[in-house]
């Protein structure tokens, strides 16, 4: 089946730092992309859209300018928090929507905390 | 805007048992809705995809059901076992939207 994969897997850094998660679909091309963000034991909320080629759609109350994302290519976005904060350790998972058969698939997720 | 609920938040059944897992949704508009798990931690594994254009889809042991006039779908699980403990999440995918989960756990 259909593989999407995040790097890195976990990642710790300090605070004021930035951070790049990146979502590849492995073996589909995905020109919509969708970053979510997980906190302890809540559902996933979506944070915003990333079409390929074009500016990524963020949700009510998502600061754009702190979560930077850029959808490269038809295989790739990047998530960037940047200046990030301990606020914002969560568990961050992308999904990517196939062109053709139009399901979503998920990515296992990125756990960052900020110390 | 869509709203995704799932009800209950919380079950707790013996190994053995069959039991339906309930999602609702307030815009019957949808493309698809998809049922997922999610173990502690980790991230989501598809279980089920159901069509706007389908009734219901069923895979081993899972049956999940679509009725878009209601706005619910239901997820079933048959002979339940402790590996199926989990939380279980449903999405319309749309809208990108998903409930609160429900977390089963079924005791051996």
């Known amino acids: 089946g259909a593989v999407v994969s995040q790097h890195p897997s976990w990642v710790i850094c300090k605070s004021g730092t930035s951070v790049k998660i990146e979502c590849r679909s492995l073996?589909?091309?995905?020109?919509?992309m969708f970053w979510y963000r997980q906190f302890p034991k809540q559902s996933l909320m979506l944070m915003a859209t990333s079409n390929e080629g074009s500016k990524a759609t963020y949700e009510q109350g998502v600061e754009k300018d702190k979560f930077l994302i850029n959808h490269a290519s038809l295989t790739l976005s990047t998530l960037t928090v940047t200046s990030a904060h301990p606020e914002d350790s969560s568990f961050y998972i992308c999904?990517?929507?196939?062109?053709?058969?139009?399901?979503?698939?998920f990515g296992p997720g990125t756990r960052l905390t900020v110390t | 805007k869509q709203e995704v609920t799932q009800i209950p938040a919380a079950l707790s059944v013996p190994e053995g048992e069959n039991l339906v897992l309930n999602c609702s949704f307030t815009?019957?508009?949808?493309?698809?809705l998809q049922w997922f798990r999610q173990d502690p931690g980790k991230g989501l594994t598809s279980l089920l995809l159901i069509q706007s254009s389908q009734r219901e889809q069923t895979s081993g042991r899972l049956n999940a059901s679509l009725d878009k006039s209601s706005g619910r779908s239901t997820l079933y699980i048959a002979a339940s076992q402790p590996g199926d403990s989990a939380t279980y999440l449903c999405a319309v995918l749309n809208d990108m939207r998903f409930g609160a989960g429900t977390r089963l756990t079924v005791k051996p």
């Open positions: 073996d589909f091309q995905a020109t919509t």
């Open positions: 999904s990517a929507r196939d062109v053709s058969s139009y399901e979503q698939y």
């Open positions: 815009d019957s508009a949808i493309y698809n």
